[in-house]
Structures are given as structure tokens and as C-alpha cells.
């Protein structure tokens, strides 16, 4: 199956900085790259989705101006949260989509 | 949207116990997928199985597409099976591809 990294693992700042989590599908040309958010004890949820070359679309009740995706190249995929404040605390993880889905190993994000 | 329902809930097991994980959907599906998330948060992939019966050492799994459901076994449980387990599906009339997940199942064995 498709092989899918991600930077960092977790991370910790302080209310108001931004945080940029990188994804990589290794050995898969991804022309899209979907991005799911898992708070604590709850399931994942699509947040957006990245197209290579284009726009990103976003989940209703998810600040594009907030999460700014970037989609490159066919390799990889950046979301960065910006201003981030304590409730962005979550667990941020990606996939590159296709018939049979793998997930990258997922990024922490705690806000303090 | 579609809806993916997984019960139970919670699930403590003895190790050596057999179990039957369920989850139904409310509309037709093109993609379904059962994952084991460890505690590090990392999604295992168990099972590719929009329909049929497949079967992967002690695990296997069946989907009826044409009764909405998806069943996940597992047995002779072991500690190292605990963890939360997720059913995940694609409905292309609905979503972009992304998968739909439902809200897991806790599975706890004791030693």
C-alpha cells in the first residue's frame, strides 16, 4: 500500500505561533491529500482536502484562513495552523486517498 | 450523509476470548475499511472489504453491501489487540473520496 510520512510527530508551541505539519505520500503520485483532525477520545473527521496545482476545499465549520493547505507537488502536502490558540490542540493526520486508504503516522499538536 | 455506526461501544475482553465487532452504514458503499488505531494514534490498515469475507490470521472480517453492515472478528484475543478500532467508508455520491469514519470501537484485554 501507499507509503505516507509526516513531520513532525508532535509538537508543542504557544498560543499565537504557527505550526506547519508536512505530509509526503513516498512511493504514490497524490494529486489529492485529505487531511482529518482527531480530538481527544473522538473519531476522525475530514477537515479539508488538498488538490495538487488548485485551491483547497474545506469542511464546513473549517477557517481556510485559519488552516492554509498547500499541495505543490505530487509528493507533498502542508497544513499550517496559524495563530494557533489551545483549542487547535488535536491530532492531525493525512492520506492521499485511492481505493484502499493508509494514513500517514499523524502529528500532535498541543497548544499551550 | 452517510451515517457509520459501530457498536459496542466499549468491549473489555479476558485474553484467549473471541469477539465480533459490528458496523452499519445507511447507504450504499464503493470503499470500506476496518483500522486499528494503536495507542501512538497510528492507523493500522486490517481489512480492504467494500464486500465478501476476508481473512487475516486471527482477524477476519465480512461485509453484506446489500444489508449495510460490516462484522470484524477476532480471536484467541491477545493484549496487544487493545486499542480503539474504527470502520471507515466511501460513499462517492456523497464525499469527495475521503472516507467516513465511525465512532470506534475501545477494545480493552486483560491478561
Known amino acids: 500500500g501507499a507509503v505516507v510520512s509526516q513531520h513532525p510527530s508532535w509538537v508543542i508551541c504557544k498560543s499565537g505561533t504557527s505550526v506547519k505539519i508536512e505530509c509526503r505520500s513516498l512511493d504514490f503520485q497524490a494529486t489529492t491529500m485529505f487531511w482529518y483532525r482527531q480530538f481527544p477520545k473522538q473519531s476522525l473527521m475530514l477537515m479539508a482536502t488538498s488538490n495538487e496545482g488548485s485551491k483547497a476545499t474545506y469542511e464546513q465549520g473549517v477557517e481556510k484562513d485559519k488552516f492554509l493547505i498547500n499541495h505543490a507537488s505530487l509528493t507533498l502536502s502542508t497544513l499550517t495552523v496559524t495563530s494557533a490558540h489551545p483549542e487547535d490542540s488535536s491530532f492531525y493526520i493525512c492520506?492521499?486517498?485511492?481505493?484502499?486508504?493508509?494514513f500517514g503516522p499523524g502529528t500532535r499538536l498541543t497548544v499551550l | 450523509g452517510i451515517q457509520v455506526e459501530q457498536s459496542p461501544p466499549d468491549l473489555i475482553l479476558q485474553e484467549g476470548a473471541n469477539s465480533t465487532l459490528r458496523c452499519n452504514f445507511s447507504d450504499s458503499v464503493n470503499n470500506l475499511q476496518w483500522f486499528h488505531q494503536n495507542p501512538w494514534g497510528q492507523l493500522i490498515n486490517l481489512f480492504y472489504i467494500p464486500s465478501g469475507t476476508k481473512q487475516n490470521g486471527r482477524l477476519s472480517a465480512t461485509t453484506v453491501a446489500t444489508e449495510r453492515y460490516s462484522l470484524l472478528y477476532i480471536s484467541s484475543s491477545q493484549t496487544t489487540d487493545s486499542g480503539v478500532y474504527f470502520c471507515?467508508?466511501?460513499?462517492?455520491?456523497?464525499?469527495?473520496?475521503?472516507?467516513?469514519f465511525g465512532k470506534g470501537t475501545k477494545l480493552s484485554v486483560k491478561p
Open positions: 492520506s492521499p486517498g485511492g481505493n484502499e486508504q493508509f
Open positions: 471507515a467508508v466511501v460513499n462517492y455520491g456523497g464525499s469527495q473520496g475521503n472516507l467516513i
